[in-house]
T-cell receptor, first 114, second 113 residues
Framework: AQSVTQLGSHVSVSEGALVLLRCNYSSSVPPYLFWYVQYPNQGLQLLLKYTSAATLVKGINGFEAEFKKSETSFHLTKPSAHMSDAAEYFCAVSDPGGYQKVTFGTGTKLQVIP | DAGVTQSPTHLIKTRGQHVTLRCSPISGHKSVSWYQQVLGQGPQFIFQYYEKEERGRGNFPDRFSARQFPNYSSELNVNALLLGDSALYLC????????????FGPGTRLTVL
């Protein structure tokens, strides 16, 4: 069974500071990994995805994540936080060889302090 | 091109009633998946349909059912509603069976009183 663990349900950063959202995964096969963002009362928007190509993945809005197999981690970073980054972020994992089931973490709410 | 659309946007029902939620995938996409997102939690997988056949089912009771139509749109049905069914129901479409091409709709907010 696959799972993801997001460390920290709430993260606060100052505007302009580094954003680091942590995600560790568990999977019996090489996984696909995703980061999604959800703004209040909206659906999910894909930020970036890892599908076994480059381990450093660049996404939209200046976010990037690095797949580290040895640490089973896929942490999300952004060098400089903007007020518009305040949202909830979900890490997710899926089995490339299975059906289209994506398993999500419990989410991390990012607060950006002016 | 239009993205994934879902209807209705919001819905209020009472316990014991039945509800039908609808999803229209992105044009050309043949796969639709449904997720339930309870407030404060991450989405949970309910069903996946591809080419009108069920390809995957999550850990949900038989009160939950779905189908996909020839035009690839989909319905999610929930019978005998419980208070715990209150959630945001998300639909995602994809051109293939792979999860790396999945796009989410805005969701339907269901409130059960």
């Amino acid at each position: 069974a696959q799972s993801v663990t997001q460390l920290g349900s709430h993260v606060s950063v100052s505007e302009g500071a580094l954003v680091l959202l942590r995600c560790n995964y568990s999977s019996s096969v090489p996984p696909y990994l995703f980061w999604y963002v959800q703004y209040p009362n909206q659906g999910l928007q894909l930020l970036l995805k890892y599908t076994s190509a480059a381990t450093l993945v660049k996404g939209i809005n200046g976010f990037e994540a690095e797949f580290k197999k040895s640490e089973t981690s896929f942490h999300l970073t952004k060098p400089s936080a903007h007020m518009s980054d305040a949202a909830e972020y979900f890490c997710a994992v899926s089995d490339p060889g299975g059906y289209q089931k994506v398993t999500f973490g419990t989410g991390t709410k990012l607060q950006v302090i002016p | 091109d239009a993205g994934v659309t879902q209807s209705p946007t919001h819905l209020i029902k009472t316990r014991g009633q039945h509800v039908t939620l609808r999803c229209s995938p992105i044009s050309g996409h043949k796969s639709v998946s449904w997720y339930q997102q309870v407030l404060g939690q991450g989405p949970q997988f309910i069903f996946q349909y591809y080419e009108k056949e069920e390809r995957g089912r999550g850990n949900f009771p038989d009160r939950f059912s779905a189908r996909q139509f020839p035009n690839y749109s989909s319905e999610l049905n929930v019978n005998a509603l419980l208070l715990g069914d209150s959630a945001l129901y998300l639909c995602a479409s994809s051109s293939t069976l792979s999860t790396d091409t999945q796009y989410f709709g805005p969701g339907t907010r269901l409130t059960v009183l």
